[in-house]
Protein backbone atom coordinates (compact mmCIF):
# COMPACT_ATOMS: atom_id res chain seq x y z
CA UNK A 1 0.00 0.00 0.00
CA UNK A 2 1.49 3.20 -0.70
CA UNK A 3 -0.48 6.05 1.23
CA UNK A 4 -0.08 9.93 1.37
CA UNK A 5 -1.41 11.94 4.51
CA UNK A 6 -2.67 15.45 5.01
CA UNK A 7 -3.99 17.44 7.80
CA UNK A 8 -5.54 20.74 7.85
CA UNK A 9 -7.86 22.72 10.07
CA UNK A 10 -9.09 19.84 11.95
CA UNK A 11 -9.15 17.61 8.89
CA UNK A 12 -7.04 14.43 8.43
CA UNK A 13 -6.93 13.14 4.46
CA UNK A 14 -5.07 9.30 3.98
CA UNK A 15 -5.09 8.50 0.48
CA UNK A 16 -3.04 6.83 -2.32
CA UNK A 17 -3.42 2.93 -3.62
CA UNK A 18 -4.40 -0.24 -2.63
CA UNK A 19 -2.33 -2.68 -4.21
CA UNK A 20 -4.04 -6.23 -2.70
CA UNK A 21 -7.38 -4.75 -3.94
CA UNK A 22 -6.44 -2.86 -6.87
CA UNK A 23 -7.68 0.31 -5.99
CA UNK A 24 -7.26 4.21 -5.34
CA UNK A 25 -8.50 4.85 -1.61
CA UNK A 26 -9.26 8.04 0.53
CA UNK A 27 -10.26 8.65 3.79
CA UNK A 28 -11.20 11.64 5.32
CA UNK A 29 -11.37 12.22 9.42
CA UNK A 30 -12.93 14.94 11.12
CA UNK A 31 -10.11 15.47 14.20
CA UNK A 32 -12.58 17.23 16.33
CA UNK A 33 -14.90 14.07 16.86
CA UNK A 34 -13.20 12.77 20.30
CA UNK A 35 -15.45 10.05 19.84
CA UNK A 36 -15.80 8.50 16.75
CA UNK A 37 -12.65 8.32 14.74
CA UNK A 38 -15.05 6.37 11.71
CA UNK A 39 -14.10 8.16 8.53
CA UNK A 40 -16.47 10.95 7.22
CA UNK A 41 -15.40 9.50 3.77
CA UNK A 42 -14.51 6.38 3.37
CA UNK A 43 -13.59 5.44 -0.85
CA UNK A 44 -11.84 2.42 -2.45
CA UNK A 45 -13.00 -0.41 -0.02
CA UNK A 46 -13.72 -3.07 -2.44
CA UNK A 47 -11.64 -4.67 -5.01
CA UNK A 48 -10.98 -2.35 -8.01
CA UNK A 49 -13.42 0.16 -7.02
CA UNK A 50 -11.29 2.92 -8.28
CA UNK A 51 -8.70 2.12 -11.07
CA UNK A 52 -8.23 5.71 -13.05
CA UNK A 53 -6.79 7.99 -11.16
CA UNK A 54 -8.53 11.26 -12.51
CA UNK A 55 -11.97 9.19 -11.98
CA UNK A 56 -11.30 8.73 -8.54
CA UNK A 57 -10.33 12.73 -8.10
CA UNK A 58 -13.58 13.37 -8.97
CA UNK A 59 -15.10 11.03 -6.56
CA UNK A 60 -13.05 12.41 -4.07
CA UNK A 61 -14.25 16.02 -4.88
CA UNK A 62 -17.51 14.72 -5.23
CA UNK A 63 -17.72 13.26 -1.66
CA UNK A 64 -15.31 16.61 -0.16
CA UNK A 65 -18.45 18.68 -1.96
CA UNK A 66 -21.56 16.62 -0.58
CA UNK A 67 -19.61 16.56 3.09
CA UNK A 68 -19.02 20.34 2.42
CA UNK A 69 -15.37 20.61 3.19
CA UNK A 70 -14.37 20.48 -0.57
CA UNK A 71 -11.79 23.27 0.27
CA UNK A 72 -10.00 21.38 2.22
CA UNK A 73 -8.71 19.27 -0.66
CA UNK A 74 -8.45 22.34 -2.50
CA UNK A 75 -6.27 24.22 -0.61
CA UNK A 76 -3.93 21.16 0.09
CA UNK A 77 -3.33 20.25 -3.61
CA UNK A 78 -3.16 21.89 -6.98
CA UNK A 79 -6.72 21.27 -7.91
CA UNK A 80 -8.33 24.76 -8.13
Given at each position: MSQQTIQHLH?????????PLGTYFA????????EDDYPLI???TTQSEH???MSFL????????DAGILD?????????
Open positions: YEIIFGWDRSVIDLNEEWLGLDPDSLEKSLTVLRSCTRLK
